[in-house]
């Protein structure tokens, strides 16, 4: 340590030769940086053609705000379930806790990123981010980067990173608002005006969203009243371009959640009024420099990010009201140099960062008043593109920590193009995620765990379809979890406990996109997932299918008829007590209309088959749902 320095088996069978609608469509329609730019730091540029996804051997994922629309996602879970790899559990229907799995890693292995601020939540016991209160209203942009990244991102990205870029704003002045209605009393209200010209541009998206819910618990001691839920969120976004060397933009986001949810020992005419209350506060401001012609490219930037949680539970064991809340501050540095020749394009990135974080506990918790903790990082990445053919990058971090060791880990990718339409890619890369304040100070505290670590290889096949018309792509991935912080409930005379359990995953991706014609597109991933804990029985990591896969049509009927179908199978998987959970298949259909040149309509209808179905055991879903909405542009 140092202290501080500076599937059905048909659905899947289908999907090898189809593939949510990614990148594709949108992507190919403006310009813009290199992709390893971009996952540098995710502040820099968005991969904004087909040809950035190629150029790194990273597995990634873009979806893009037409796939949003399309599909009329909800939340961003609802969107990121499409992606090779990737599984979701949700604790009973809208608004209520929400755990995404990357390749078998634990939920808070990935790191979450809104605009370029890490929105890891250092008030939650594992620090994981909860994506119950992440709405996709307003979003532009999502990339789902797969894999160890800890030589980039920092501590918890040992199963990957998702990278939100929300809406900024376009030429002139331009507005959208749209309103939607359905099951449970369900109501969303959502607003974004945005402009700009060559110098300036802004983009201001306010969001509100309430229901009536379905009942959280299914349980026997469980409340079987409905458990409503509230969302509001408001996000702000600007920048200015002073001359060809000088720019500077800042964001800042705020959300405001209330959840109502069953506590554990309902008693029937006793007061059961339980719910919890989420506040989340972002921002950012980065200031450019850009010298030698635009060779020479540096950013400062300054983050903050705040999360408060109460908990209000008449019957709860710490008393009827808890909070806890934790704040991260960090200051960064980027520079970028950029080498060309007839031959070779190479980038050299160096970057350092401070950051300072600070956890308040449970009021009734044993964590001491306040805990403190200081890092600070430097990183280093190469970049090569040879003859457009070949390209692989190579990072470097190390981190100085004030409360465990310094670190070092690194990431290697290498894309090549084999032939016109065949493109091998392969990337290794190690992680790192530190124990949280919660698990080492709180209720339940463990203070001798150790950090966890990771060392994950992926490597595979492309095969592009001519006048780019899609892709099929195949990824064999391995990951070994060392020390992976787990808890455990039989320890602790049956109270419960963190320990640390080693887990291997292996497993395969095939995910694919094809363009039938101008308005017909299908797409689909299937996912094979092998994974162990460290146990003698070497039994399998809960919550994770062994096969998962998903399956969306997209039809342009006309200019103002659009239609999406989208099929999603969950595979038989554990859930805690080594439950065993049944496989199901969910079927969600969207239809849009272009009223006029300003107004659309749309609708859809989520479960379509009435499916009952179970994700997590004693926890209610959504039945046969049904909405409708307005949007004016």
């Known amino acids: 340590m140092s202290t501080f320095r500076y599937t059905p088996i048909t659905l899947a069978a289908i999907s090898l030769f189809t593939a949510p609608v990614f990148a594709e469509d949108t992507a190919t329609e403006e310009t813009g940086e290199r992709m390893n730019i971009m996952i540098v730091k995710g502040v820099t540029n968005i991969i904004n053609d087909e040809d950035s996804r190629t150029e790194t051997g990273t597995a990634i994922t873009i979806i893009t705000e037409k796939d949003i629309e399309q599909q009329q996602a909800t939340t961003v879970a609802d ?171 800042g964001v800042a986001r705020y959300t405001d959640a209330k959840s109502e949810y069953d506590a554990y020992g309902y008693t029937s005419g006793a007061d059961n009024d339980v719910y919890s209350l989420d506040e989340q506060r972002t921002a950012k401001i980065n200031l450019y420099v850009n010298l030698l012609d635009s060779r020479w490219n540096n950013r400062l930037s300054l983050s903050y990010a705040d999360t408060t949680s109460e908990n209000f539970d008449p019957n709860g064991w710490n008393g009827d009201y808890t909070e806890n809340s934790g704040e991260t501050i960090k200051a960064e540095v980027q520079s970028d140099y950029l080498l060309s020749t007839d031959n070779f394009e190479q980038r050299f990135t160096f970057a350092g960062e401070i950051q300072k974080d600070t956890f308040l506990p449970w009021n009734s918790g044993s964590t001491p008043d306040e805990q403190k903790m200081e890092s600070t990082a430097i990183i280093g990445e190469y970049h090569l593109n040879w003859h457009e053919k070949v390209f692989f990058t190579g990072s470097l971090r190390h981190d100085f920590n004030s409360e465990f060791d310094d670190t070092n880990t690194y990431k290697l990718a290498l894309s090549v193009w084999a032939t016109d339409s065949i493109r091998l890619h392969t990337s290794h890369g190690t992680g790192v995620k530190n124990p949280t304040f919660s698990q080492l100070f709180g209720a339940y505290a463990t203070p001798d765990l150790e950090s966890e670590t990771s060392i994950s290889t992926d490597m595979g096949i492309e095969y592009n379809f001519a006048n780019q018309r899609g892709y099929i792509d195949f990824t064999y991935f391995d990951a ?24 291997n995953v292996q497993g ?84 849009s209309y272009q009223l006029t040149e300003h107004f659309s309509i749309h609708g859809r209808v989520e479960n379509v088959l009435d499916k009952d179905y179970v994700v997590i055991t004693d926890y209610g879903v959504d039945p046969f749902s049904a909405y409708i909405g307005v949007t004016f542009k």
């Open 480 to 503: 070994e979890y060392e020390n992976g912080i787990r808890w455990n409930q039989t320890l602790n005379t049956g109270n419960g406990a963190y320990e640390n359990q080693d887990e």
């Open 79 to 249: 969107i990121l379930k499409n992606s090779p790899g990737v599984t979701i559990a949700s604790n009973g229907g809208l608004g209520k806790k929400t755990s995404v799995f990357m390749r078998g890693a634990a939920s808070e292995s990935v790191v979450v990123v809104i605009d370029g601020v890490r929105v890891t939540d250092q008030s939650s016991a594992s620090g994981g981010f909860d994506f119950a209160n992440l709405m996709a209203d307003g979003i532009e942009r999502i990339e789902v980067i797969r894999g160890s990244q800890s030589a980039l991102w920092g501590s918890d990205a040992l199963g990957g990173v998702i990278n939100i870029i929300t809406k900024e704003g376009g030429n002139g002045f331009n507005a959208t608002g749209t309103v939607e209605l359905g099951a449970n009393n369900y109501a969303k209200q959502f607003v974004n005006i945005n402009g700009g010209d060559e110098k300036a541009h802004y983009s201001l998206s306010v969001a509100n969203l309430t229901t009536d819910g379905i009942s959280a618990g299914t349980g026997s001691d469980d409340d079987p009243d409905d458990d409503g839920y509230r969302n509001t969120m408001v996000n702000f976004k600007a920048g200015y371009r002073f001359n060809d060397i000088f720019a500077i933009d």
């Open 508 to 591: 395969i991706e095939l995910s694919s996109t094809f363009n039938v014609n101008e308005d017909y597109t299908i797409s689909g991933q299937y996912t094979y997932l092998m994974t162990e804990d460290g146990t003698v029985d070497k039994k399998e990591l809960i919550r994770r299918p062994k096969h998962s896969a998903t399956l969306n049509n997209n039809y342009q009927v006309n200019n103002k008829l659009n239609t999406n179908l989208g099929i999603n199978y969950v595979g038989e998987r554990y859930d805690y007590g080594y439950v065993e959970l049944d496989d199901y298949t969910l079927v969600n259909l969207g239809v």
